[in-house]
């Protein structure tokens, strides 16, 4: 790393460590992300889980890094020959001074190609309204004839027919071959659907293939092959694939199923289920037409009833009742005016009893004798108030009695000239008293006097 006498004095000089700072800078000032595409060799993942290979091409390589958490992210896993497309930018590794690419994106480089341009096809078609709810086609009720556009030896059309033959055998089911993989299938399949088209035999056309990778299904991303769906005047349906796959034809098919043994269920009829059906139809047509005859039967007998009553027989019957109508209606004319007399001369005598001189005096004497009762009752009510009172006062006259008093336990005293002695020493020792008591008197002795 010596330099010479002459250039030592015009240069600066660097160490290996500074020499390799300033490739590192230039390198990555100067080159942006790039694109960039080759094949995977010495792959090699440590524990650290960060990515280290080395790409390369027919004459050249150059080593990679792909730090976590972006080389966690892959959906696939690299390994040694595997052609891939790479975003990365331009690193120099200054321990070995060495440049490599830091790699942020990475993706097998076939498929990665294809599905850049399904997504450009795709968001073309759908700016011009290929995929648009309003222009899909409904599919009839029930199809007569169905035309399967697929590889005659492929497993779909098996599973297909399988389907059929258990739900709805009675379909009409055309198989129209073509390859369903290649360079030639996408142009095959156009123009088998144009033939079908224009055959006006079949009520439905069934564009459909088996699983595979994203080359083998690329067919079905055809340009010209969406644009004959799109146009196509018969409902198409696409089952092409698996459940995951999809491609531009099922974008723009009228109805898409996510294999082909479910598009065989959607276009034909659940046989046990179609024949329940009947037997609910048959049930409620029997029961119609039940009461449809019930409804001739009584509009019949109605009209044998009318037949009957234009008969001369009915006809005199029916003189006869009018005549007797008429009978009664005169006896009715006759008698209601006797009887409407007999009713005013009831009403007279009526009268006349009302306003006779007996029956008057029996009324008055009635209302004599009525008031009697009252003026009893008013009097025998007086006196039992009156008496009422007169035992309320003796009560209260009794309550208020000295008399009470001696019945509470009590004694009046007297002295020999029948005066109260009201004080005890008002009398003396040896003096005789009366002790008044409720039911007598008792003869008493004055012992002494204790104040």
Not at 11 to 23: D, E, M, S, W
Not at 285 to 298: A, I, M, S
Not at 305 to 330: K, S, T
Not at 362 to 371: D, E, I, T
Request: proline share 5%; hydrophobic share 40%.
């Amino acid at each position: 790393m010596a330099m010479t006498q002459a250039s030592r004095s015009d240069a600066q000089i660097l160490t290996p460590t500074g020499l390799n700072r300033l490739v590192r800078d230039l390198l990555e000032d100067s080159l942006p992300l790039i694109w960039i595409e080759g094949e995977l060799s010495n792959v090699a993942r440590p524990a650290s889980g960060h990515l280290y290979f080395t790409l390369k091409d027919s004459q050249a390589q150059v080593r990679c890094a792909m730090f976590k958490p972006k080389s966690s992210w892959l959906k696939f896993r690299p390994a040694d020959g595997l052609q891939v497309l790479m975003r990365a930018r331009v690193g120099f590794y200054e321990p070995r001074g060495e440049f490599q690419l830091i790699v942020d994106h990475m993706e097998p480089a076939g498929e990665g190609a294809l599905q850049r341009e399904f997504e450009q096809l795709k968001t073309r078609l759908a700016a011009e309204g290929l995929f648009a709810a309003e222009h899909k086609q409904a599919l009839p009720t029930y199809l007569r004839r169905i035309a399967v556009i697929t590889s005659p030896s492929g497993a779909a059309i098996r599973d297909v027919l399988s389907v059929w033959a258990r739900r709805f055998p009675l379909v009409d089911a055309e198989i129209l071959p073509v390859p369903v993989q290649g360079r030639e299938a996408a142009a095959a399949m156009v123009t088998m659907l144009h033939k079908a088209e224009r055959s006006q035999r079949y009520d439905a056309i069934l564009l459909t293939r088996g699983g595979g990778s994203m080359e083998d299904l690329w067919c079905f991303n055809d340009e010209a092959l969406a644009r004959a769906i799109y146009a196509s005047a018969v409902p198409v349906v696409s089952a092409v694939g698996h459940e995951i796959d999809f491609t531009i034809a099922d974008l723009v098919a009228d109805l898409r199923a996510p294999t082909p043994s479910a598009a065989a269920e959607l276009l034909v009829p659940d046989r046990a289920a179609l024949l329940h059906r009947l037997q609910q139809w048959q049930g409620r047509l029997l029961k119609q037409t039940g009461h449809d005859l019930q409804r001739r039967r009584q509009q019949l007998d109605h009209l044998q009833i009318r037949l009957a009553g234009q008969q001369p027989l009915a006809r005199l019957e029916r003189g006869r009742e009018r005549l007797e109508q008429l009978r009664q209606r005169l006896l009715t004319t006759w008698t209601t005016p006797q009887r409407q007399r007999r009713q005013q001369v009831q009403h007279l005598h009526e009268r006349w009893q009302l306003l006779s001189p007996q029956r008057q005096l029996s009324a008055q004497a009635q209302q004599l004798q009525g008031l009697q009762q009252r003026l009893q009752r008013a009097l025998q009510q007086n006196m039992e108030q009156r008496s009422q009172r007169l035992r309320q006062a003796g009560h209260n006259l009794h309550a208020s009695s000295p008399l009470a008093t001696l019945e509470r336990g009590y004694a009046i005293l007297l002295d020999q000239q029948g005066q109260v002695v009201r004080r005890a020493d008002a009398a003396v020792p040896g003096q005789r008293l009366q002790g008044r008591l409720a039911d007598g008197t008792l003869s008493l002795q004055v012992l002494d006097n204790i104040d």
